[in-house]
């Protein structure tokens, strides 16, 4: 039997399943769901440093960057931030073709941008034109606000929206029930890899462990069959122990018998916690 979401196999007379994971995962992406949509409408700064929930978005967007299927949502997440700030009103097909090299079709992609209330997108003759919302302008100001106008702050503010859209995209996935489901996913498939990796980091502190290590890490998506040029990409992104440029979700490396062992940043535990108690009230 194959899972349906990250593929992982067992042996049983069905074809297809959702492992245990994937069902406890599901959940956890569903309240983190709730959660940020009910602090994106209330809240009235989007500073990433006072809402854990968004820092926890921000720090998975890196993810979206080393996996060539979702780093168009990063790169669409910087140009869209940056006509954002400068009052850009309208974003044609043609100059995003001119700024954005990719051989994917745009149509899927600025789906999630629409569902993520990022854009809006109209037609005029037979071509697409995106209008940012009040809600990316919003975001691009709030970065920039003390004038840092730094390649850092860029790359911050990139991951918060990536991150924010690549959580439409595992929500599709958590609702997932069937095989055939999947046909009306993105590019009709999986992004088992995001998945895989948000399954590993995430799951692993919502059940209140401090920290992880390489081992752990390789066996779990081992499993799900992610080549290990990839995991080793993330280990290396993980290992970068700076806030500003990449991640903050790790707060401590280090060495136990020779395996690199990680340390989960204090808002990782804090934000989980709000999450599970969530989950006791549903
Ligand atoms: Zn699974």
Request: aromatic share 10%; hydrophobic share 35%; glycine share 4%.
């Amino acid at each position: 039997m194959k899972c349906i979401k990250c593929g992982r196999t067992k042996s049983g007379k069905k074809k297809f399943f959702i492992c245990e994971d994937c069902r406890k995962f599901s959940e956890i992406i569903l309240q983190i769901a709730e959660e940020t949509e009910s602090e994106i409408s209330s809240a009235e700064s989007l500073d990433i440093e006072t809402h854990d929930i968004f820092r926890l978005l921000t720090d998975i967007g890196f993810t979206t960057t080393l996996n060539p299927h979702t780093a168009i949502f990063h790169n669409l997440s910087s140009v869209l931030l940056d006509k954002a700030l400068r009052d850009q009103s309208e974003v044609s097909e043609e100059e995003l073709n001119k700024e954005i090299r990719t051989t994917k079709s745009w149509t899927d992609a600025l789906e999630l941008f629409e569902d993520a209330e990022l854009i809006e997108v109209k037609t005029e003759r037979y071509k697409r034109i995106l209008i940012p919302t009040k809600r990316i302008e919003k975001i691009a100001k709030e970065f920039y606000m003390d004038g840092a106008l730094s390649d850092q702050v860029d790359k911050r503010s990139a991951h918060f929206c990536s991150g924010y859209v690549m959580l439409q995209l595992l929500k599709k996935v958590a609702e997932m029930k069937e095989i055939t489901d999947k046909e009306s996913l993105p590019y009709g498939q999986r992004p088992r890899t995001l998945w895989t990796i948000a399954m590993f980091l995430w799951i692993n502190a919502f059940e209140k462990n401090e920290g992880f290590d390489e081992e752990q890490f390789r066996k779990f998506v081992g499993k799900r069959g992610i080549p290990t040029s990839t995991w080793s990409r993330i280990i290396r992104g993980l290992e970068t122990v700076d806030s500003r440029a990449t991640q903050g979700m790790i707060k401590q490396m280090g060495f136990k018998s020779g395996i690199r062992t990680f340390k989960y940043e204090d808002y990782v535990p804090r934000v989980m916690e709000r999450l599970r108690e969530r989950g006791r009230m549903r």
